[in-house]
């Protein structure tokens, strides 16, 4: 009879635990609300973007990227990151064309200036499957082909 107690009380014991970590999982979204959300545009040559910067209460940026390509399938994808200083970092997970078993991630960095979004352009090492701008290398904003203005939001 004791050692049936004592695997009820080792299997009650994980499920207590999961649900008390989901209480808080969910007090915390709440306290991280929308503060702001901005819509952007952008064109170059025959390609176009569209992303949607959505600032949270706790400074973390989330949203959606859209990149379509003239001669090749688009992008499509979440933003996950923060701004540093007028600098915004993400992580960009997207899908690309129609197939959507396949998901890629890339770092993404937009300078803020003049109230535009300059996508820039890095150098990118991946570690462990997972891709980084290299410490220590400019990420380089002119060259970048996608320069983003603000947009009214649909």
């Known amino acids: 009879m004791k050692r049936n107690l004592l695997y009820l009380a080792f299997t009650v014991i994980p499920f207590v635990f999961a ?3 989901s209480e808080k999982k969910a007090e915390a979204e709440k306290k991280d609300s929308l503060i702001n959300q901005n819509c952007y545009a952008a064109a170059f040559e025959k390609d176009s973007a569209a992303i949607i910067v959505q600032t949270m209460a706790s400074g ?11 001669n090749k399938p688009q992008n499509n994808g979440k933003i996950d990151g923060k701004f540093s200083g007028d600098t915004l970092y993400v992580d960009y997970r997207f899908n690309t064309g129609k197939d959507s078993t396949r998901v890629f991630t890339n770092p993404l960095a937009f300078l803020k200036k003049d109230g535009k979004l300059i996508m820039g352009v890095g150098q ?5 499957g997972r ?3 290299v410490k220590g290398k400019p990420i380089n904003y002119e060259a970048g082909k996608f320069i983003f203005t603000e947009v009214n939001c649909k």
């Open 124 to 128: 990118i090492e991946t570690t462990l």
């Open 131 to 133: 891709s980084y701008f």
């Open 19 to 21: 649900c008390n970590s």
């Open 60 to 70: 973390k940026v989330a949203g959606s990227l859209l990149i379509k390509y003239a």
